[in-house]
């Protein structure tokens, strides 16, 4: 895999067995209120819709703008095609776009009107909310790549072994 933000494996399952040891190599995502906020103990943890999975680490602090691995559950010929890719959930993404939407919105006009009364603080109040938020977004996503890092080789070690392991008992 060349890159950490898109990867495809090949399985030779059916999706449903393909789902079935997802979900047995994961806690399943649950809203209890645990000290991680997920219950279980496994280091990764996994959503299931329908053909898509959402697989997280298990962390103990808040990070809702860090990215999960989402992967595409499809039948092939070859059995199961798996498309992996990093991404940010829907939610944080509104969040930030609401963010920057209200602080042009609301912080531009105020800080052209204060220059041009040549009141300076409502301008640098402008300039704070957008650094800030960008400043959030890259102090999130910096937390989040070595979880990237762990999921993608936690596909590729589930995926890999399983699939040597399957073709080991065909050769026999």
């Known amino acids: 895999m060349a890159s950490h933000s898109a990867s495809e494996y090949v399985m030779p399952l059916s999706p449903e067995q393909v789902i079935a040891l997802i979900r047995s190599a994961t806690d399943e995502q649950k809203r209890a209120m645990t000290l991680s906020g997920f219950a279980g103990s496994k280091p990764t943890l996994a ?3 329908g053909s ?3 697989l997280q680490r298990r962390r103990y602090y808040r990070n809702p703008f860090a990215r999960s691995l989402y992967l595409t559950i499809q039948r092939s010929v070859a059995g ?3 498309r992996a890719e ?3 959930s829907a939610g944080p993404k509104a ?3 609401a963010w920057f939407i209200i602080a042009v919105i609301i912080g531009l006009p105020q800080a052209i009107i204060g220059l041009r009364q040549g009141l300076a603080p409502p301008a640098l109040v402008f300039v704070c909310l957008v650094v800030g938020g960008i400043l959030t977004l890259l102090l999130s996503w910096t937390l ?3 979880e990237q ?3 993608v080789n936690f596909c590729d070690e589930l995926f ?3 699939r040597a392991h399957l073709e080991a008992h065909d050769s026999d």
Do not use: G, Q
């Open 47 to 49: 959503s299931f819709d």
């Open 52 to 54: 898509t999975v959402r």
């Open 80 to 82: 199961t095609i798996i």
């Open 86 to 88: 990093c991404k940010m």
């Open 95 to 97: 969040a930030i776009a």
């Open 144 to 146: 989040s790549v070595p």
């Open 149 to 151: 890092r762990k999921l």
């Open 160 to 162: 890999d072994s399983n």
